[in-house]
């Protein structure tokens, strides 16, 4: 059997090809072309198709293999958000609307006000409303398109197009669901006031279905695009942080998985999870039916690095800069950066936050607040963590981080001082697909659970010790004093 993991990631389509041991055969991608204008990102899901099928058959190209013998399985994992409505012959009535798009910031202020952030909060997973859910999306398109919505038999996330697309079936998978903001996690099923609220026929939506659950064979004209093989089935497969988890052997209980993409999330299984509403983290339906997996996402991650080196440094690599770093010692005199360059983040949520460097004099330089960015960060990972470890984990037993930020050596080895926890690096870069490919050797019954993994096919990793704790400590609570300082000023009114 061979496996064809397809990530449909926000910035990049990755697809790679594993066998039955769990080894990748071959590894392609292509960039996610979207139109944006002013608050609107948008995209066409037929070309994202088209993509995927063309990034299948480059794969099987690469791979040198005769694919024509083999079962082949298409898993899918990937982002949740972005939204695709489809026609009764499946193509799209209009652009895919990205999760990145913020049109609907009124619309999403109308579902808070008509049923609280804490009622959405219960039902949903999420905390709050917010413009990136598909439910102000549609609330959106109801207003401004209702023809659109009138013309749409499929009110679908991308991963569900693509899936149904593939299949002609249409199922949404549930770990996916939460993020859509009108998904009743504790039901597993749709929530009929929010529906109702944001103009959704209930019809047009996708049956709820089980991660890693088979959806069926492929059509036959998308058989006919497809590299020869003895057959292709498509597995739902499960949100691409959740994959993530799997693939880098930390879907486990107190091991907490850290990703430093473009935003820095976390994501864990909670034991003997409970609601509570004062603890504002999400909450999801996890790979096997009796985890709850939290999620928490601060949008300020390795964006932050970005922006502030193609502003300061667009000419130069990354790999410049950590040389740079490298080469310094990074004392107790070094400025601060409080890394809220897009404003509202967990643990606080301060709504009227701001990034800001702190601290500086004429002694500092770009190098030095190259570092403030990577160590602000750090230290709000370390805030993140201490929460979840204080209101849902107990005591972390394992960081494992991943995303392009873990392959920077300077800014695992600073997170590991930062937080004066032990971080673990997977030499395995495509974590994702790998995680998504041992969800489908699940379901094909070549591994019994989702922890076997590790016995067939061991993830090499690369582990980094705190060190120089009394300085960050330091360091860390300076931070927090100003953070709160700054922050906490603005949010009251009060001066300071």
Request: glycine content about 8%; charged content about 20%.
């Amino acid at each position: 059997m061979l496996i064809y993991a397809v990530d449909l990631g926000t910035t990049n389509l990755k697809v790679a090809l594993y066998d039955e041991s769990l080894r990748r055969l071959a590894l392609s991608s292509k960039a996610v072309s979207y139109d944006t204008r002013d608050d609107r990102v948008e995209f066409d899901p037929r070309a994202i198709l088209a993509d995927v099928i063309e990034l299948i058959g480059q794969c099987a190209a690469d791979s040198g293999i005769e694919t024509r013998p083999h079962r082949a399985v298409i898993v899918l994992t990937g982002q949740a958000e972005s939204v695709v409505l489809a026609g009764a012959d499946l193509a799209p009535v209009r652009p895919g609307i990205s999760w990145l798009d913020s049109r609907a910031s009124r619309e999403s202020a109308e579902i808070e006000a008509e049923f609280t952030a804490g009622e959405g909060f219960r039902i949903t997973g999420q905390p709050f409303p917010a413009a990136a859910w598909p439910a102000s999306k549609l609330r959106w398109l109801a207003r401004h398109e209702p023809r659109s919505m009138d013309a749409a038999r499929h009110v679908l996330m991308i991963k569900d197009y693509v899936q149904l697309s593939l299949t002609g079936v249409a199922a949404g998978e549930s770990s996916t669901r939460a993020f859509s903001y009108f998904y009743d996690v504790a039901a597993d099923a749709y929530w009929p006031a929010m529906l109702e609220f944001c103009g959704v026929e209930p019809a047009k939506l996708p049956p709820i279905i089980a991660p890693g659950a088979t959806v069926g064979p492929v059509s036959a004209s998308v058989g006919a695009a497809l590299p020869p093989a003895a057959g292709y089935t498509v597995n739902a497969g499960t949100l691409d942080h959740f994959a993530s988890m799997a693939g880098a052997g930390s879907y486990s209980d107190s091991v907490v998985s850290e990703s430093s993409g473009t935003v820095l999330s976390l994501s864990f299984i909670a034991p003997d999870w409970k609601f509570d509403p004062s603890v504002l983290v999400s909450f999801h339906r996890g790979l096997r039916r009796q985890d709850t997996v939290c999620f928490d996402c601060a949008d300020s991650g390795g964006m932050c690095l970005e922006w502030f080196k193609n502003n300061f440094y667009g000419s130069e690599s990354y790999d410049w800069l950590e040389s740079r770093l490298a080469d310094r010692v990074h004392g107790p005199h070094a400025p601060l950066f409080l890394p809220y360059l897009t404003g509202l983040n967990p643990p606080e949520y301060f709504k009227e936050a701001a990034g800001a460097f702190l601290e500086l004099t004429l002694r500092h330089d770009g190098i030095d607040m190259a570092y403030a960015v990577m160590e602000g960060v750090a230290h709000l990972l370390r805030s993140n963590i201490d929460y979840c470890e204080e209101h849902l984990l107990g005591e972390v037993q394992g960081i494992v981080s991943t995303g392009g930020g873990s392959a920077s050596a300077f800014w695992s080895q600073l997170k590991a001082d930062a937080c004066g926890r032990t971080i673990v690096v997977p030499i395995e870069t495509q974590s994702v697909c790998r995680g998504a490919a041992v969800i489908g050797l699940v379901e094909a019954g070549i591994l019994a659970g989702i922890g076997e993994a590790e016995s067939l096919a061991p993830v090499s990793t690369k582990v980094y010790t705190p060190s120089r704790g009394a300085m960050h400590r330091a360091r860390y609570e300076r931070f927090q004093q100003l953070r709160d300082l700054l922050y906490a000023t603005r949010e009251t009114g009060k001066e300071g």
